[in-house]
């Protein structure tokens, strides 16, 4: 059974640097890519971040490249977001998702982040 359960979010200031973990189980990263998504209120929910199976290279999209980086520790089972320098508009509940970049299959129940000065 395909579990994802993450955590790390809750209140911070623009300029923080908070960390989520997502922990799963139930599928190996040999042969799926697994990702963080986050949606903010009012707007569809969009990626943030993808490690590609195998190699473990990672996307970003241009909103969050260089400040989010994505991580893995296999010893755990666990994926991480490190997100600098965080900004407003990073606000939204961030869910961590397993199966295909372009479309998973399962997710976790999210965190929320909110960025508040």
């Known amino acids: 059974q395909v579990q994802l359960v993450e955590s790390g979010g809750g209140l911070a200031q623009p300029g923080d640097s908070p960390r989520l973990s997502c922990a799963f189980s139930g599928f190996t990263l040999d042969y799926y890519d697994i990702g963080w998504f986050r949606q903010a209120p009012g707007k569809e929910r969009e990626g943030v971040s993808c490690?590609?199976?195998?190699?473990?290279?990672?996307n970003y999209p241009d909103s969050v490249k260089g400040r989010f980086t994505m991580s893995k520790d296999n010893t755990k089972n666990t994926v991480y977001l490190q997100m600098n320098s965080l900004k407003l508009e990073d606000t939204g509940v961030y869910y961590c998702?397993?199966?295909?970049?372009?479309?998973?299959?399962?997710w976790g129940q999210g965190t929320q982040v909110t960025v508040s000065s």
């Open positions: 998702a397993v199966g295909v970049c372009s479309g998973p299959f399962s």
């Open positions: 490690m590609i199976h195998g190699d473990g290279n990672t």
